[in-house]
């Protein structure tokens, strides 16, 4: 356990920091073996586990607040702030309970003699591999403002991208839910009153609405175990999604789905380029760069090409030679990456190379919704001439008889 101390030297300066022993008295010995008089030991308070497990899956941490996080630090420690303090400063700026409480830990790392590095490494869902190799970095290379400053662009532009995909998506995901909502609310409730006339008329119905008001009497009467039916068909996909397996093959659907394929295709390629350039130009090497990047790529496909790129390294190949042999990476991608490996600048070629993908990924964004608008007038519009011919063709013979 972890207690916080207030005790003098020998030159009768009092000295504040905490200490890790196993009860106070321990805390005690251990403090006078260092030539300091206790004045203060407390027992510091803890979050218990369980409370900040539920912190970390109500709130979690996203790309906007770890952005924030670096950027702050960042400008602290540029004006010669401590990282300890800097790292307390930030605490207090902090809205999210559950980022407060990993910074603290952090900090009581830190003041326990723990490299930044290896205090972050130890709340992986927070900080990722890749934040925590680039300070490493620049804890071995003396420059920790020059990484962090790093760190907080990438995360900014990883938000940026994260973005893009939630808003491309937006729109035809609130279409498709409205419209199996209110199709239910139709099929349920309003189709059965509508057949129940034509029942009652007692005319020949043709087979497509015999069908029909065949579907609409059994969703009237088991709606409840059509409603079950779809909690469990979208629990089971979302459990499968989860699995290494269900990840590669919606990955792979992903790919091939026209026009949203390009963009998940540009934005991966822009968060390659992009993280792999900032942890070149932050001294990390090639081999371990590309493994760091397969993790953070979001993609079990672009996951599988990097780290045979990252095994064609460790060999003395090229990346660039996996690349063209892989169809999920444009010719002129493997090209522009040739050309950087040959002009020793691969870090300013990966940067062009994000930025001319995440243009790319602007500019499908900006069009998505309008080239997405008509597919999806038409299925809706062919959804409701169908429900209408079939109710009022019926309606329209015994008007015809009379």
């Given at each position: 356990m972890k207690f916080s101390f207030q005790a003098k030297n020998s030159s009768g300066d009092i000295r504040e920091g905490k200490i890790e022993a196993i009860n106070?008295?321990?805390?005690?010995?251990?403090?006078q073996e260092k030539g300091l008089l206790p004045i203060m030991i407390e027992k510091?308070?803890?979050?218990p586990g369980i409370i900040k497990t539920l912190l970390h899956l109500w709130n979690g941490v996203d790309l906007q607040e770890l952005s924030v996080f670096f950027r702050q630090l960042a400008t602290l420690i540029e004006a010669k702030v401590s990282i300890i303090s800097s790292l307390r400063a930030v605490e207090e700026q902090t809205a999210n309970p559950y980022l407060k409480a990993v910074i603290r830990e952090i900090v009581s790392d830190v003041e326990d003699g723990l490299p930044f590095s290896e205090a972050m490494e130890k709340h992986p869902d927070v900080f990722p591999s890749l934040s925590v190799s680039m300070v490493k970095a620049g804890e071995i290379s003396g420059n920790l403002q020059r990484s962090v400053l790093f760190l907080a662009d990438n995360s900014?532009?990883?938000?940026?991208?994260a973005s893009k995909v939630k808003s491309a998506m937006f729109y035809p995901i609130f279409v498709l839910s409205a419209s199996m909502i209110i199709g239910f609310a139709v099929f349920?409730?309003?189709?059965?009153?509508?057949?129940?006339i034509l029942k009652d008329m007692n005319v020949e119905m043709p087979w497509y609405t015999k069908a029909l008001m065949w579907v609409g009497n059994f969703?009237?009467?088991y709606w409840w175990a059509i409603g079950l039916g779809i909690i469990f068909l979208v629990g089971?996909?979302?459990?499968?999604?989860?699995?290494?397996?269900?990840?590669?093959?919606?990955d792979l659907i992903k790919m091939k789905i026209p026009i949203i394929g390009s963009l998940f295709q540009y934005i991966y390629i822009a968060r390659f380029a992009e993280n792999l350039s900032v942890l070149l130009s932050g001294g990390i090497p090639i081999v371990r760069s590309l493994i760091i990047v397969s993790e953070v790529v979001n993609s079990t496909v672009y996951e599988s090409i990097i780290l045979r790129a990252a095994d064609e390294v460790k060999t003395g190949g090229s990346m660039s030679g996996v690349f063209a042999?892989?169809?999920?990476?444009?010719p002129i991608v493997a090209q522009m990456i040739k050309i950087g490996e040959d002009a020793g600048k691969i870090s300013e070629i990966l940067k062009n190379i994000s930025a001319f993908y995440t243009k790319e990924t602007d500019r499908i964004t900006r069009n998505l919704s309008t080239m997405l608008e008509p597919i999806l007038i038409t299925l809706l519009g062919f959804c409701v001439a169908v429900l209408v011919f079939a109710i009022l063709m019926p309606i329209y013979n015994i008007a015809g008889s009379i």
């Amino acid at each position: 356990m972890k207690f916080s101390f207030q005790a003098k030297n020998s030159s009768g300066d009092i000295r504040e920091g905490k200490i890790e022993a196993i009860n106070s008295n321990a805390a005690v010995t251990m403090l006078q073996e260092k030539g300091l008089l206790p004045i203060m030991i407390e027992k510091e308070k803890e979050i218990p586990g369980i409370i900040k497990t539920l912190l970390h899956l109500w709130n979690g941490v996203d790309l906007q607040e770890l952005s924030v996080f670096f950027r702050q630090l960042a400008t602290l420690i540029e004006a010669k702030v401590s990282i300890i303090s800097s790292l307390r400063a930030v605490e207090e700026q902090t809205a999210n309970p559950y980022l407060k409480a990993v910074i603290r830990e952090i900090v009581s790392d830190v003041e326990d003699g723990l490299p930044f590095s290896e205090a972050m490494e130890k709340h992986p869902d927070v900080f990722p591999s890749l934040s925590v190799s680039m300070v490493k970095a620049g804890e071995i290379s003396g420059n920790l403002q020059r990484s962090v400053l790093f760190l907080a662009d990438n995360s900014e532009k990883n938000y940026e991208l994260a973005s893009k995909v939630k808003s491309a998506m937006f729109y035809p995901i609130f279409v498709l839910s409205a419209s199996m909502i209110i199709g239910f609310a139709v099929f349920t409730i309003v189709l059965p009153k509508l057949t129940n006339i034509l029942k009652d008329m007692n005319v020949e119905m043709p087979w497509y609405t015999k069908a029909l008001m065949w579907v609409g009497n059994f969703m009237s009467g088991y709606w409840w175990a059509i409603g079950l039916g779809i909690i469990f068909l979208v629990g089971g996909v979302a459990y499968y999604l989860k699995t290494e397996e269900g990840r590669r093959v919606w990955d792979l659907i992903k790919m091939k789905i026209p026009i949203i394929g390009s963009l998940f295709q540009y934005i991966y390629i822009a968060r390659f380029a992009e993280n792999l350039s900032v942890l070149l130009s932050g001294g990390i090497p090639i081999v371990r760069s590309l493994i760091i990047v397969s993790e953070v790529v979001n993609s079990t496909v672009y996951e599988s090409i990097i780290l045979r790129a990252a095994d064609e390294v460790k060999t003395g190949g090229s990346m660039s030679g996996v690349f063209a042999r892989s169809s999920h990476f444009p010719p002129i991608v493997a090209q522009m990456i040739k050309i950087g490996e040959d002009a020793g600048k691969i870090s300013e070629i990966l940067k062009n190379i994000s930025a001319f993908y995440t243009k790319e990924t602007d500019r499908i964004t900006r069009n998505l919704s309008t080239m997405l608008e008509p597919i999806l007038i038409t299925l809706l519009g062919f959804c409701v001439a169908v429900l209408v011919f079939a109710i009022l063709m019926p309606i329209y013979n015994i008007a015809g008889s009379i």
